[in-house]
């Protein structure tokens, strides 16, 4: 059974930081591409960063550029997202993602989400 648990979301004022994490499980996690997506009240889902399987690539909405950073640990079969500098257009719920082949089927995965609130 294929598992995407995010954690570290909160509350913090703007100029604050937070990590958040996904524990990955039931698929090949080191195969996978992984990636944050988030979602602000009465918008569309977007997705923030995203990271290649071989860990070598990443991609960020201009928006994050230079402010979050996404991570894995291929043992922990965890992705990471650092988050500095936030700002409260940063408000939303975070989804991890995961896409992975099963063969020549390309399955995506996603988390709960979990909450992230920046406000004074």
């Known amino acids: 059974q294929v598992q995407l648990v995010e954690s570290g979301g909160g509350l913090v004022q703007p100029g604050e930081f937070l990590v958040l994490s996904c524990a990955a499980s039931?698929?090949?996690?080191?195969?996978?591409?992984m990636s944050w997506y988030r979602q602000a009240p009465r918008k569309e889902r977007e997705m923030v960063a995203a990271?290649?399987?071989?860990?070598?690539?990443?991609t960020y909405a201009d928006s994050v550029k230079g402010r979050f950073t996404i991570s894995r640990d291929d043992v922990k079969n965890t992705v990471y997202l650092q988050m500095n500098s936030l700002k409260p257009e940063d408000t939303g719920v975070y989804y991890c993602?995961?896409?992975?082949?099963?063969?020549?089927?390309?399955?995506?995965?996603w988390g709960q989400g979990t909450q992230v609130t920046v406000s004074s």
């Open positions: 039931g698929f090949t996690f080191s195969s996978a591409a």
């Open positions: 993602n995961a896409k992975a082949f099963v063969g020549i089927r390309l399955d995506e995965y």
């Open positions: 990271l290649s399987s071989s860990g070598r690539s990443t």
